[in-house]
T-cell receptor
Framework: GAVVSQHPSRVICKSGTSVKIECRSL??????MFWYRQFPKKSLMLMAT?????????EQGVEKDKFLINHASLTLSTLTVTSAHPEDSSFYIC??????????FGEGSRLTVL | GENVEQHPSTLSVQEGDSAVIKCTYS??????FPWYKQELGKRPQLIID?????GEKKDQRIAVTLNKTAKHFSLHITETQPEDSAVYFC??????????FGAGTILRVKS
């Protein structure tokens, strides 16, 4: 199947700093990518839909100024957690839709804010 | 918007037994229903999916059934093995649109 790569897999940062997470579709082009947040033993919560060449669509309750999404090319979307705080610590996962419509997930990025 | 409910939240079965996980959805326009398996710390992996134009789909030990009238769909795993232990998520979407996930089911297969 198609491959989606996410980087970094783990990141630890100090409170108040910003962290960028990359999501790449390695062998297909994805006009649409999705960003999720997952708490321990919980389901995937959709944060936003990332559209290549246009603004992301954020789900209700997700701060767009806090979680900046950029989908600059057909193979790359980035999520930047700005001014991170301990409550932003979580597992962030991206997914990309391949031409068949199937969704492929990245490996996930575990963010720990100290 | 779409709401997906999933039951049970945890399920323990003996190796070799069958496991059934059930989901209901609210939006009758939803027409795509995938199931994902997620092992601890790993990414979700699609294990089977079904579209609204069929009522059942099977792939070896895994099957999914869909009842559009009742708006529910189920995952059936037969002859369970220890490696089936994981968290399973159902999801629903209107094709081409975002997926809404169920809360997940922790499946434990005891050997």
């Amino acid at each position: 199947g198609a491959v989606v790569s996410q980087h970094p897999s783990r990141v630890i940062c100090k409170s108040g700093t910003s962290v960028k997470i990359e999501c790449r579709s390695l062998d297909f082009q994805a006009t649409t990518m999705f960003w999720y947040r997952q708490f321990p033993k919980k389901s995937l919560m959709l944060m936003a839909t990332s559209n290549e060449g246009s603004k992301a669509t954020y789900e209700q309750g997700v701060e767009k100024d806090k979680f900046l999404i950029n989908h600059a090319s057909l193979t790359l979307s980035t999520l930047t957690v700005t001014s991170a705080h301990p409550e932003d610590s979580s597992f962030y996962i991206c997914s990309a839709r391949e031409y068949t419509g199937e969704l492929f997930f990245g490996e996930g990025s575990r963010l720990t804010v100290l | 918007g779409e709401n997906v409910e999933q039951h049970p939240s945890t399920l323990s079965v003996q190796e070799g037994d069958s496991a059934v996980i059930k989901c209901t959805y609210s939006d009758s326009a939803s027409n795509y229903f995938p199931w994902y398996k997620q092992e601890l710390g790993k990414r979700p992996q699609l294990i089977i999916d079904i579209r609204s134009n069929v009522g059942e789909k099977k792939d070896q030990r895994i099957a999914v059934t869909l009842n559009k009238t009742a708006k529910h769909f189920s995952l059936h795993i037969t002859e369970t093995q220890p490696e089936d232990s994981a968290v399973y998520f159902c999801a629903a979407s209107i094709q081409g649109n975002k997926l809404v996930f169920g809360a997940g089911t922790i499946l434990r297969v005891k050997s």
